[in-house]
């Protein structure tokens, strides 16, 4: 079992930041692919970002403005939120996968997940 522990979320104006964190343990962290998700009201889980050894994938709507890394020897993922619009609001969570496809960023893909942490923009 793998235990995830978001952290970081909170509320800013449009064209803001935030950091988010995601402490692991449980399991070999490096071993395992990380990724964020994301769910606002009303709407399906979307992937947002996901990181293998070192190099990131994103979701189109974050590109340039997000990016995802990890810190093997704390065993935490982060990611960087810059430029934030409103529409980025939603109840982000920590995903990690043993799956040979979680580069995709489908739920589906992944087999443990944190329990989420807020992030409210404002206009």
């Known amino acids: 079992q793998v235990q995830l522990v978001e952290s970081g979320g909170g509320s800013v104006q449009s064209g803001g930041s935030l950091r988010l964190s995601c402490e692991a343990s449980?399991?070999?962290?490096?071993?395992?692919?990380m990724a964020w998700f994301r769910q606002a009201p009303g709407k399906e889980r979307e992937g947002v970002a996901g990181?293998?050894?070192?190099?990131?994938t994103y979701a189109d709507s974050v590109k340039g403005r997000f990016t995802i890394s990890r810190d093997n020897a704390k065993n935490t993922l982060y990611l960087q939120m810059n430029s934030l619009k409103p529409e980025d609001t939603a109840m982000y969570y920590c995903?990690?996968?043993?799956?040979?496809?979680?580069?995709?960023?489908?739920?589906?893909?992944?087999?443990?997940w944190g329990q989420g942490t807020q992030v409210t923009v404002s206009s």
């Open positions: 995903a990690a996968s043993v799956n040979s496809a979680a580069w995709l960023l489908l739920p589906r893909n992944y087999n443990f």
């Open positions: 449980g399991h070999t962290f490096n071993t395992l692919y």
């Open positions: 990181i293998g050894d070192r190099i990131g």
